[in-house]
């Protein structure tokens, strides 16, 4: 199994910014694609941004702009900075990842407890 701990979230003002981090731990071969999801009360999750092992990126269209994926391949890491932040960024944020735990064998990590984002003045 890969387990998932994110950490970084917190309260914040509109216009404000948070780094928000992810690491992956277990049995890893290799990780694929990584991403970020969020969910806020009463919503699905919703992927916000994923990032290949080539490092192509991809956002949802409300987040293009603001937030920026990266990731640390030796740290089994990824990042998630995100800058201008509104009150409907508001939400629990978790990641996951397309992991190999074997050549053979790959699946999606086990999802994390999330970090809570508050935006709020």
């Known amino acids: 199994q890969v387990q998932l701990v994110e950490s970084g979230g917190g309260l914040v003002q509109p216009g404000g910014s948070l780094r928000l981090s992810c690491a992956a731990s277990?049995?890893?071969?290799?990780?694929?694609?990584m991403g970020w999801y969020r969910q806020a009360p009463g919503k699905q999750r919703e992927l916000v941004a994923a990032i290949t092992s080539g490092g192509s990126t991809n956002y949802a269209d409300s987040v293009k702009g603001r937030f920026t994926i990266s990731r640390d391949n030796a740290k089994n890491t990824v990042y998630l900075q995100m800058n201008s932040l509104k009150p409907e960024d508001t939400a629990v944020y978790y990641c996951n990842l397309v992991v190999s735990t074997t050549p053979w064998q790959t699946g999606f990590g086990s999802w994390g407890q999330g970090t809570q984002v508050t935006v709020s003045s």
């Open positions: 277990g049995s890893i071969f290799s990780i694929n694609a």
